[in-house]
């Protein structure tokens, strides 16, 4: 069955510090990852996505996520952290022949922020 | 811009009590989602939609049913609320077809207490 592993359930990062938050998904053909975004008490919002093509994928805010297909992973970075990025981070992948559109979603990563 | 809206953002209500959460999206998207996110649980989903009057159950459909009897909108019903159904509902939408078009886009939630 597919899965998406977040394995750090909370990170704290200094602002201005380098951030790398982790994801691992399970599926055995070409998948289709996705990055949300959670702000306290918000919905939560599309980062960046991945699909095909460059590896690299450029998002909103200045983060930008890598695929590596050998790892099974797609990790999300940001070079230099601001206060307003702490919030929750959710990966999610979806099937390449998706009926319905569903996704498959993390367990979320909690970013703080210390000043 | 893609705009999905719920009808309360905190509801309270007591245990046995018929619940209705609302769901509206305005960019014509033919798959409505309803999840349900806890703590360190992530998102989890209860059920879904791909087209009018059609619906599947997700991972978790025990205790609610749903509804959609016009494209925009998809009620999610408690038909007897019971404490654990304590928890933060999340809509989303995306449109029909397969990979990239997965993205899904979010309302604000609704945290739901049940007393």
């Known amino acids: 069955a597919q899965s998406v592993t977040q394995p750090d359930i909370h990170i704290t990062v200094s602002e201005g510090a380098s951030l790398e938050l982790r994801c691992n998904y399970s599926?055995?053909?070409?998948?289709?990852l996705f990055w949300y975004v959670q702000s306290p008490g918000q919905g939560l919002q599309l980062l960046l996505k991945y699909f095909s093509g460059d590896t690299l994928v450029q998002g909103i805010k200045g983060f930008e996520a890598e695929f590596k297909r050998s790892q099974s992973s797609f990790n999300l970075r940001k070079p230099s952290v601001h206060w307003s990025d702490a919030a929750e981070y959710f990966c999610?992948?979806?099937?390449?022949?998706?009926?319905?559109?569903?996704?498959?979603f993390g367990q979320g990563t909690e970013l703080s922020v210390k000043p | 811009d893609v705009k999905v809206t719920q009808s309360s953002r905190y509801l309270v209500k007591r245990t046995g009590e018929k619940v209705f959460l609302e769901c509206v999206q305005d960019?014509?998207?033919?798959?409505m989602f309803w999840y349900r996110q806890d703590p360190g649980l992530g998102l989890r989903l209860i059920y879904f939609?791909?087209?009018?009057?059609?619906?599947e159950k997700g991972d978790i459909p025990e205790g609610y049913s749903v509804s959609r009897e016009k494209k925009e909108r998809f009620s999610l019903i408690l038909e007897s609320a019971s404490t654990n159904q304590t928890s933060m509902y999340l809509c989303?939408?995306?449109?029909?077809?397969?990979?990239?078009?997965?993205?899904?886009?979010f309302g604000p939630g609704t945290r739901l207490t049940v007393l």
């Open positions: 939609s791909y087209d009018v009057k059609m619906k």
């Open positions: 599926y055995g053909a070409t998948p289709y």
């Open positions: 960019m014509d998207h033919e798959n």
């Open positions: 999610a992948v979806a099937q390449s022949y998706n009926q319905g559109g569903k996704l498959i």
């Open positions: 989303a939408s995306s449109i029909a077809g397969q990979g990239p078009y997965n993205e899904q886009f």
